[in-house]
């Protein structure tokens, strides 16, 4: 679960890190009301999940409150893309804060290192861009340490990052207490990754986390009351947000060409079948490997809510799944939703003779079968063009 940067400042406070004054807010109103609480200027900030949003138009300064009102006006419900083309992204919070006197700007950040199965800490003197940028810029800027989980993160070791970082001497000791507090967040709430980017040092000579970016780990969500209910916030993908509702497993990706597959190996191979037909995938849908008739009727109003999504591919390998059964849920999904888009299925494996010839028989529209994986992959590619 990935957290809005207004939630994963909350969490920071709660773990005694300094940041500014801010409040959440969704129309032009609040956001006049907030800026008014925290005062002139502020800061209004999309909240989406997403680098670069200055340079996408999502970070604006407001010096009054016709300022304010106006900024919220043009980044609410508005599209916006990541440097890389990502998205787009559509904010419907905002978070409005204080404006900050910045003296410096660094990079600090957690990861779990799966590799290493230990947690990884980053700390850099050249914050404002992203790590690969620090990295490829001036590698040696980038401090890394692996951390002993049995042993944590103390201040000394992690003030010995500060100095290897060749920060400032006078903020060493405020830097080592940020880490020691993230390092501490990271663990109570079983994140997988924590950056804070900038952490700024405040014309006062203080640390702050000027900025955000939390992910938490879904299976441990059951620990953690307080952030399950905000797992299904406003700024959540609405397809991603129907897939949990129903236990769907279901990742959103940028194209358009929605893809279900019957377990997680059949799926990526879908995506790399399409992909080398020419096409985008639009997402990786994973029915399960016993999908039944309902897990399909789920699937196909997930793809079809999804407005980018021009055909669908339906890539069903009968094991332990029964085709009779997908064909049940592929006719009574077409009952339900009556999808406006060409829909493509390859079906093989068990009862799938029985499978192909329900569907013939109930004569769906827009409907097509293909016998191969790239048979289906092909034809679907096609009709999304």
């Not at 079968?369 to 790239?374: A, C, G, K, Q, S």
Request: overall charge negative; proline content about 4%.
């Amino acid at each position: 679960m990935d957290l809005l940067e207004y939630q994963g400042k909350q969490l920071f406070a709660r773990a005694g890190i300094a940041i500014p004054r801010g409040r959440v807010a969704s129309d032009p109103d609040a956001a006049v009301a907030a800026a008014e609480e925290v005062g002139y200027p502020c800061v209004v900030k999309a909240q989406v999940q997403m680098g670069g949003r200055g340079k996408a138009g999502g970070i604006k300064i407001a010096a009054d409150a016709e300022a304010a009102r106006a900024h919220a006006g043009e980044i609410l419900d508005k599209e916006l893309r990541g440097p890389h083309g990502e998205g787009p992204f559509v904010a419907r919070e905002l978070w409005i804060e204080e404006a900050s006197e910045i003296d410096a700007e660094y990079y600090a950040s957690l990861i779990l290192d799966r590799a290493a199965k230990r947690p990884l800490a980053m700390l850099s003197r050249m914050g404002g861009m992203d790590v690969e940028e620090i990295a490829e810029r001036d590698p040696d800027a980038l401090v890394r340490r692996h951390i002993d989980p049995s042993a944590g993160l103390g201040e000394a070791e992690a003030k010995q990052l500060a100095i290897d970082a060749e920060l400032d001497e006078d903020v060493l000791d405020g830097v080592a207490s940020v880490l020691v507090q993230l390092y501490a967040a990271f663990t109570d709430n079983d994140a997988t990754l924590i950056e804070v980017n900038p952490l700024i040092v405040s014309s006062s000579r203080d640390v702050v986390a000027l900025d955000s970016k939390v992910t938490i780990d879904d299976s441990a969500l059951f620990r953690h009351e307080e952030l399950s209910e905000i797992h299904d916030g406003p700024g959540e993908d609405p397809q991603e947000q129907m897939a949990k509702e129903r236990g769907v497993t279901y990742v959103k990706l940028d194209g358009d060409i929605g893809v279900l597959g019957n377990g997680a190996g059949l799926c990526m191979s879908t995506l790399d079948v399409v992909a080398n037909a020419g096409g985008k995938p639009a997402n990786f849908l994973d029915a399960g490997g016993g999908s039944k008739a309902d897990a399909i009727v789920d699937a196909l109003e997930i793809i079809t809510s999804d407005p980018k999504v021009k055909a669908i591919l339906f890539n069903i390998f009968g094991g332990i799944t029964r085709g009779d059964e997908v064909a049940t849920g592929i006719i009574e999904a077409y009952q339900r939703v009556d999808p406006d888009m060409p829909v493509v299925v390859r079906l093989d494996g068990t009862n799938s003779e029985e499978a192909l010839g329900m569907l013939a028989d109930a004569e769906l529209p827009n409907l097509h079968v293909e016998r191969t994986m790239l048979g289906a992959a092909r034809a679907v590619v096609e009709l999304a063009g």
